[in-house]
Every structure is written in structure tokens, then in C-alpha cells.
């Protein structure tokens, strides 16, 4: 009986093993988050730009009226450059970069303070 509960026991600790070094990231990660101008309101509808560092392909999407954004689907072995634009505002760029991301990185756009002090003068 006890050489049951031994085999047993060690056939569940190495199933254990098994699952814990499993690699729960697929290589594919999301970046999602807010557009902000210098006084901390939504940069609404701006577009924001997702560029790939190394062939600078670049996608782009409507921040919606609150300033919240959402890429999908994007490749962990990558760098992406994030930044959003309108009329002649742009926010600071923000790098996402290095082979161990998140599955969710949440980021926070915010409009370059010079351009936004330039503007209204």
C-alpha cells in the first residue's frame, strides 16, 4: 500500500513540474491606454500611432472621447515607438521594448508641455 502512495505521490509532484514550466506567454502581447493634454483631460480622438522600431511600420487608431486606446495582437520579439497626434499637438513618444513583456502593457500618453504652451500664445 505504501509503495502505491510513493509511486502516486511522484507521479503528481512530476505533473506539477510539468505545468509549472510551462511558458504561459505566447509571444504575443497588448498595449492599451490613455491620451491625456498637459492638464490631465482626455486628448480626445487623437490619433495614436503604433510604430514597429525596426521597420517602422506604423498602425494607427482613434483614441475614443474619453483618450483611451487599445492595440491587439502584437509581437513580444518586437519594439514598438507609441505616441498620438492632433492638429499640431503631439504627445511624448513611449517606448515598449525588451523580449520579456507583459501580456497587457498599459501606457499613459501625455501631450509634450512646449507644444501645448507655444499653441496658445
Known sequence: MSRVF?????????????VAQTPK???????????LDRKGNPFAFAWVCLKDT???????????RDGRFAFTMLSA??????????????????LISGPEKAPEVVILL?????????KHF
Not at 506567454?25 to 491620451?35: D, S
Open 54 to 64: 525596426h521597420s517602422h511600420m506604423l498602425r494607427m487608431k482613434r483614441a475614443g
Open 77 to 94: 520579439r518586437l519594439d514598438y515607438e507609441v505616441y498620438a497626434e492632433r492638429d499640431d499637438l503631439t504627445t511624448e513618444k513611449v
Open 6 to 18: 510513493v509511486i502516486a505521490m511522484l507521479v503528481i509532484a512530476s505533473v506539477s513540474l510539468t
Open 25 to 35: 506567454h505566447t509571444g504575443i502581447f497588448n498595449v492599451k491606454g490613455r491620451a
Open 110 to 118: 501625455k501631450v509634450k508641455r512646449d507644444q501645448e504652451l507655444h
